[in-house]
Nanobody
């Protein structure tokens, strides 16, 4: 019943910006933490950024200074602000969230959203 819905992907030229969102909905729950991953064709899935409900963040070293993750606990939504985009950022971006649902802590995945950066 709980779902993660991603949005905000699309086509952008190099140097541009996009903001991805990942919203949790359904049963009563609390978001404990969330992580953004990305996967380009022919490559492994890599960690982009993670955040806790208190707002503590962690980024891939190569993305520090360009990407910013944030959380809106009241809306059970996390965001990924991506600036100065490069063609190498082209990938499918996936959101994973750790949620407290009833007596259990569970992980959920978003459906993925395509980000394409043209040169």
């Amino acid at each position: 019943q709980v779902q993660l819905v991603e949005s905000g992907g699309g086509l952008v030229q190099a140097g541009g910006s996009l903001r991805l969102s990942c919203a949790a909905s359904g049963r009563t729950f609390s978001m404990i933490a969330a992580t953004w991953y990305r996967q380009a064709p022919g490559k492994e899935r890599d960690l982009v950024a993670s955040i806790t409900r208190g707002g503590s963040t962690n980024y891939a070293d190569s993305l520090k200074g360009r990407f910013t993750m944030s959380i809106d606990s009241a809306k059970n939504t996390v965001y990924l602000q991506m600036n100065s985009l490069k063609p190498d950022d082209t990938a499918v971006y996936y959101c994973n969230a750790e949620l407290f649902v009833g007596p259990n802590i569970r992980n959920y995945w978003g459906q993925g959203t395509q980000v394409t950066v043209s040169s």
